[in-house]
């Protein structure tokens, strides 16, 4: 039996890596990847895999049985990119794929939906069994302002008084493997999400106390948040879609209490407290 990981490189899939290593042999484990070069420190086999290049994907996906398929980093692409991906794991006999979608994608008002729910749709329609990993919001995306924010002297945002339901990228990863080592989840779809919900009120708290200086958390209107992440150096659209997304949060987009990522991994998700002395360091 092979596992192959898309975007093995990237941020989610070398932890996803990480983690099959500790419950599968490395000679059943594939990296696929833009450049395989890149993927030596993996420790296992690489293989040349483009999301924009469907003639050359179904012979990277020759021998593969399982397929963790993690979604692309370019929005507005990655519906064709990945139905370019289910295509050619049809053709090469992939048994079944685990995708990383979105939390409540069904029914979220962030535009990031809208793809998920087409790559979902794809999966149906292929006949390839699948399992759907619904991830919630990556605990790093805030922590990694922490920096900016303690210079600026305000955590800032437009999330108001939002429940952020959010799990470190460890937790997903270590969440795919589990999934995709045991057949009792195919067919399932999973609302995966921290087990302990904070608004960015009680974050600009916890920053302030394990460093010592007074972080408030300023709340803005969304289009002056957004102007913000632009002077500091952020694309216009990148920056606008940051901002929408803490829209979303002030909707309840991010929150979930279902608890299903502690349950599917064996263990309490990581504290948000963890996270912030992590990034403190």
Do not use: C
């Not at 069904?106 to 087409?118: Q, V």
């Not at 929408?244 to 929150?255: M, N």
């Not at 279902?258 to 992590?278: C, E, H, M, N, Y």
């Amino acid at each position: 039996m092979k596992i192959a990981v898309t975007g093995a490189t990237g941020q989610l899939g070398s932890l996803v890596v990480e983690q099959l290593k500790k419950r599968v042999a490395s000679e059943n484990l594939v990296a696929l990847v833009r450049s395989p070069e890149k993927a030596a420190k993996l420790g296992i086999e690489a293989r040349a895999f483009d999301y924009n290049q469907p003639e050359g994907l179904s012979d990277a996906l020759n021998g593969i049985d399982r397929l963790v398929l993690i979604s692309g980093s370019e929005i507005g692409q990655r519906a064709r990119q990945h139905a370019n991906v289910i295509k050619a794991a049809k053709k090469a006999g992939v048994q079944w794929i685990v995708y990383t979608s979105l939390l409540h994608a069904d029914t979220s008002s962030l535009n990031l939906a809208g793809e998920h729910i087409a790559t979902e749709k794809a999966l149906k329609e292929s006949g390839i069994a699948h399992t759907v990993l619904r991830n919630g919001w990556y605990t790093e995306n805030y922590t990694a302002s922490i920096e900016g924010a303690l210079g600026a002297g305000a955590f800032v945002g437009s999330a108001g008084d939002g429940k952020i339901s959010s799990a470190t990228r460890a937790d997903y990863a270590e969440a795919a493997a589990v999934a995709v080592t045991d057949e009792r989840h195919k067919g399932k779809v999973y609302e995966l999400a921290g087990d302990k919900a904070y608004t960015l009120t009680d974050l600009a708290a916890e920053i302030s106390k394990q460093s010592g200086k007074d972080l408030p958390y300023n709340n803005l209107p969304e289009a002056e948040y957004a102007n913000i992440l632009k002077n500091v150096g952020l694309p216009d659209m990148f920056a606008e879609a940051i901002a929408s997304w803490d829209t979303g949060a002030s909707k309840g987009d991010l929150f979930d209490d279902s608890r299903q990522l502690s349950q599917l991994i064996g263990r309490p998700t990581t504290p948000l407290a963890d996270t912030v002395k992590a990034a403190l360091k």
